[in-house]
């Protein structure tokens, strides 16, 4: 085996045949081509639930404390109450 194939090889240039099929090995990130994608690791999964979770209890908390984001920081004003020149209205009706 040539020095330039095994340096090829060990970067990931050339494909290696595994189980009778052709598989390009990447160092950097996880390829998989018509094949399902390897399962995440244990701390992944921590990691991420982690997250949700904290994004949601400042979701919840937020909420909880301050709703007038969602909400309005005013009542509604009851437009029964309101005159006709208030609403724009003439005194002929129209």
């Given amino acids: 085996m040539s020095f330039a194939f095994r340096l090829g090889s ?3 240039c050339f ?3 595994i189980l009778g099929r052709n ?3 990447r160092k950097s990130h996880v390829v998989s081509y ?3 994608p390897p399962p995440h690791s244990k701390a992944t999964k921590i990691g ?3 997250v949700g979770g904290a994004m949601w209890w400042w979701v919840i908390w ?3 404390h301050e709703p007038d984001h969602i ?3 005013f009542d509604y004003p009851n437009s029964r109450k309101w005159s006709n020149t208030e609403l724009g209205v003439s ?3 129209f």
């Fill in 23 to 25: 598989i390009i090995q």
């Fill in 34 to 36: 018509r094949n399902g």
């Fill in 48 to 50: 991420a639930v982690t």
């Fill in 62 to 64: 937020h909420l909880w």
């Fill in 71 to 73: 909400t309005g920081e």
């Fill in 10 to 12: 060990s970067i990931g």
């Fill in 15 to 17: 494909p290696r045949t």
């Fill in 91 to 93: 005194k002929d009706g």
